[in-house]
């Protein structure tokens, strides 16, 4: 029950519907299933796709020199040289595959939302 007068009172512009009378709230406002944000596999999925596009418009020239990111070494099989490697392969490999799932998300987004 919400205390409509006295300290603990919240202002009338502050207050959900659900507050007022419980029959104007949506089925599941407070409290519900659907009410919070949930992280499922289509935001992870996202989330992914947008560290692959990072990782692949990194500029060789002008960031990955700088850091000696821009050619991987042969035979050698350091961090560095596993990063460098990755990044090559997702410039030249992923390419289209990159933008065929960036075609997909942006569907689905338009689509559901």
Do not use: W
Request: include cysteine; hydrophobic fraction near 45%.
């Amino acid at each position: 029950q919400v205390r409509e007068h006295g300290p603990l009172a919240l202002p009338t512009a502050s207050r959900p519907c659900c507050f007022r009378r419980r029959s104007s709230c949506p089925p599941f406002a407070f409290g519900g299933r659907r009410a919070g944000m949930a992280i499922g596999l289509v935001h992870l999925f996202e989330s992914g796709l947008l560290l692959f596009n990072a990782a692949a418009i990194l500029n060789e020239k002008r960031f990955l020199r700088k850091y000696q990111l821009d050619t991987a070494a042969p035979g050698e099989m350091g961090p560095k040289n596993q990063v460098a490697t990755f990044l090559h392969a997702m410039r030249t490999f992923m390419r289209y595959p990159l933008v065929a799932m960036n075609l997909l998300v942006i569907l689905y987004e338009m689509i559901l939302g």
